[in-house]
T-cell receptor
Framework: DVKVTQSSRYLVKRTGEKVFLECVQDMDHENMFWYRQDPGLGLRLIYFSYDVKMKEKGDIPEGYSVSREKKERFSLILESASTNQTSMYLC?????????????FGEGSRLTVL | AQSVTQPDIHITVSEGASLELRCNYS??????LFWYVQSPGQGLQLLLK??????LVQGIKGFEAEFKRSQSSFNLRKPSVHWSDAAEYFCAVGPSGYSTLTFGKGTMLLVSP
């Protein structure tokens, strides 16, 4: 089975801190995604990546950056955390050419910024 | 731009009763359509998907969905709901298998005894 692992399930950070959210997948998927989930707003795409060292902005990239140095790992970075970034962050991966559209999700990282 | 509307924020269904969750999409070409489920504290899991062919698709856990192009809808159904079906359900649309998906805002299903 595909496994997408988000290393931190719960984080509490202070305003202005730099935050790293790590995601690792074990199925050699080309595509990786970071979504933000908020009540009443559903899932919103922050960034995605089709290949190592490649990244594309999603719908809400402001205040975030990403890094993909290895195929299996996709990191989300909050350079200076703010309270409005308190949210659930979901990482997902998928095959490049499978045309299945199936995203495999991690269990999420719930971030609280104080 | 593609968009997805799930008109119902919450739905309460009695255990054993039938269920229908609504999803309407806006997309210029033939869409790829998906339903995902999220149990409390978990990530999302794919229930079913539609790409082409038979407009009635079967998924896991006894769910099915019907694609109706004329109504731009992809409603999720289950004939008899179990308490374990209580979760949040997301409809999503995308242009192809590997491109990005647009998700609806979700419908929270509550199951009463």
């Amino acid at each position: 089975d595909v496994k997408v692992t988000q290393s931190s399930r719960y984080l509490v950070k202070r305003t202005g801190e730099k935050v790293f959210l790590e995601c690792v997948q074990d199925m050699d998927h080309e595509n990786m995604f970071w979504y933000r989930q908020d009540p009443g707003l559903g899932l919103r795409l922050i960034y995605f990546s089709y290949d190592v060292k490649m990244k594309e902005k999603g719908d809400i990239p402001e205040g975030y950056s990403v890094s993909r140095e290895k195929k299996e790992r996709f990191s989300l970075i909050l350079e200076s955390a703010s309270t409005n970034q308190t949210s659930m962050y979901l990482c997902a991966s998928s095959l490049q050419t499978g045309h299945t559209g199936e995203l495999f999700f991690g269990e999420g990282s719930r971030l609280t910024v104080l | 731009a593609q968009s997805v509307t799930q008109p119902d924020i919450h739905i309460t269904v009695s255990e054993g009763a039938s269920l229908e969750l609504r999803c309407n999409y806006s997309y210029g070409a033939t869409p790829y359509l998906f339903w995902y489920v999220q149990s409390p504290g978990q990530g999302l899991q794919l229930l079913l998907k539609y790409f082409s062919g038979d407009t009635l698709v079967q998924g896991i856990k006894g769910f099915e969905a019907e694609f109706k192009r004329s109504q731009s809808s992809f409603n999720l159904r289950k004939p008899s709901v179990h308490w374990s079906d209580a979760a949040e359900y997301f409809c999503a649309v995308g242009p192809s298998g590997y491109s990005t998906l647009t998700f609806g805002k979700g419908t929270m299903l509550l199951v009463s005894p």
